[in-house]
């Protein structure tokens, strides 16, 4: 008897791999063919130390688009966390403490924002959008239009190199794990995929639904203000613009990894794939040497296509489980 080719293992892990993942490898192919050094162990190394902050933000982005909400706030917050924690380690405060201080501000933030939404039900992108102008002000404001450098050598650790090691990416994929594991086995987690996908049942199953939605933007102001902190170790410096454009980028990643505006339908885990391609794009057009005045129209076809093609598969997918 033989066994149905649906029922054969590695095809059933192949198909479980999202469509991304088999883009980003026909670019990878496309750039080691221009250039064999895009392949070479250290550009790999620097790829994934590039892409460490993008890995974290995005999963916060995650959260919040599984519960059906939207945060166009998360690049301001990464901003904003990554001056106050260079800020007070110029004021003498020791870095654990600098540290978490920005932690802290990022989930103030968020809490914020939160309040926006859940409490007073704006629309997200409004209320998003809206907070995120008042956070790049403030970060203008604090560091006076100009970068703020630091030389703590035991914060900057954080985004450098030990030997061959890059702290950043490490400590991104640690936390990304962290950021999964809350999401696939805690109550958190499955609150964020019970309102994303039914909020008016989610509230008739007795669940403060309010408080919930508020937590999911207060972590994910938490985990960008974690961002920051990273970011600013490795650039050695607080810019207060160096987060404009990241919440797209987040967004984008997490669209790629498979999560759905609507319904709370994807995953956090996913998301890793989106934002390993979007690291893969950056860094292969600079090896390959691309104008910088066509980075920026390249990146965006690309994406474009990439979410097409994301998006196209996975409702095929969908039409064939109905049928």
Request: overall charge positive; glycine content about 14%; aromatic content about 12%.
């Given at each position: 008897m033989k066994t149905p080719i649906k029922q054969i293992w590695p095809v059933n892990i192949i198909k479980r791999i999202p469509p991304v993942?088999?883009?980003?490898?026909?670019?990878?192919?496309?750039?080691?063919?221009?250039?064999?050094?895009?392949?070479?162990?250290?550009?790999?190394?620097?790829i994934f130390q590039q892409g460490a902050v993008l890995l974290i933000v995005a999963s916060?982005?995650?959260?919040?688009i599984l519960s059906e909400g939207l945060d166009l706030s998360a690049g301001?917050?990464?901003?904003?966390?990554?001056?106050?924690t260079v800020l007070a380690l110029g004021a003498g405060v020791p870095v654990p403490f600098a540290i978490l201080l920005?932690?802290?501000?990022?989930?103030?933030?968020?809490s914020i924002t939160g309040l926006l939404v859940s409490v007073w039900n704006m629309p997200p992108f409004i209320a998003t959008l809206g907070i995120q102008?008042?956070?790049?002000?403030?970060?203008?404001?604090?560091?006076?239009?100009?970068?703020?450098?630091?030389?703590?050598?035991?914060?900057?650790?954080?985004?450098?190199?030990i030997g061959y090691i890059p702290m950043a990416a490490v400590i991104g994929i640690l936390f990304f794990i962290l950021?999964?594991?809350?999401?696939?086995?805690?109550?958190?987690?499955?609150?964020?995929?019970?309102?994303?996908?039914?909020?008016?049942?989610?509230?008739?199953?007795?669940?403060?639904?309010?408080?919930?939605?508020?937590?999911?933007?207060?972590?994910?102001?938490?985990?960008?203000?974690?961002?920051?902190?990273?970011?600013?170790?490795?650039?050695?410096?607080?810019?207060?613009i160096v987060g404009v454009g990241w919440e797209f980028d987040a967004i984008?990643?997490?669209?790629?990894?498979?999560?759905?505006?609507?319904?709370?339908?994807?995953?956090?885990?996913?998301?890793?794939?989106?934002?390993?391609?979007?690291?893969i794009l950056r860094n292969g057009l600079n090896v390959i040497?691309?104008?910088?005045m066509l980075q920026a129209a390249l990146m965006g076809t690309i994406l474009i296509l990439a979410i097409v093609i994301q998006v196209g598969l996975s409702t095929q997918k969908g039409r064939r489980r109905i049928t």
């Open positions: 993942f088999w883009v980003t490898l026909g670019i990878v192919f496309v750039f080691s063919l221009i250039n064999v050094r895009f392949i070479s162990l250290h550009n790999i190394i620097n916060g982005a995650s959260l919040v301001s917050v990464l901003t904003l966390s990554g001056i106050i920005g932690i802290a501000s990022g989930i103030v933030c968020g102008g008042v956070y790049f002000g403030l970060a203008l404001v604090l560091t006076k239009s100009v970068a703020i450098l630091t030389t703590n050598k035991n914060y900057i650790i954080l985004g450098a190199f950021v999964c594991f809350v999401f696939r086995y805690t109550q958190f987690g499955r609150y964020v995929v019970a309102i994303g996908g039914n909020e008016a049942g989610t509230r008739l199953s007795c669940v403060n639904v309010v408080f919930w939605k508020w937590l999911v933007y207060a972590v994910a102001g938490g985990i960008s203000g974690f961002g920051g902190v990273l970011l600013t170790a490795r650039l050695e410096a607080a810019d207060p984008v990643a997490t669209i790629l990894g498979g999560t759905s505006f609507q319904q709370g339908k994807g995953s956090v885990a996913g998301t890793a794939f989106g934002v390993l391609l979007i690291a040497r691309t104008p910088a």
